[in-house]
């Protein structure tokens, strides 16, 4: 019999909580990659316009969702102009 996920991170093991979280940031992370990659700025580019360093844009375009948390992207999608949603959905 095949086992049935809601996500990856519960797949992964994760707590509900942990796997919620890592999912709205993994989220706002692929936005952030899109809307940077739309633009074809630089890495420098990106990082003045986010508000952070450049090293900080090389870890969110490698995936390296460990060195993010929901503030840090939150405010980096509002640097760049754009407003953040979340909705509550019953589990």
């Given at each position: 019999m095949i086992e049935e996920f809601e996500s990856v991170w519960d797949a992964l093991g994760f707590s509900p909580q942990e796997a919620a979280n890592l999912e709205a940031r993994s989220e706002l992370m692929m936005q952030l990659r899109s809307i940077?990659?739309?633009?074809?700025?630089?890495?420098?580019?990106?990082?003045?316009?986010?508000?952070?360093?450049q090293p900080r844009i090389n870890d969110l375009l490698r995936g390296k969702i460990n060195k993010f948390s929901i503030d840090a992207l939150v405010n980096m999608a509002t640097a760049l102009g754009r407003r953040v949603d979340f909705e509550l959905k019953a589990a």
């Open positions: 940077i990659k739309e633009n074809g700025w630089t890495q420098a580019v990106a990082a003045k316009r986010c508000g952070v360093s």
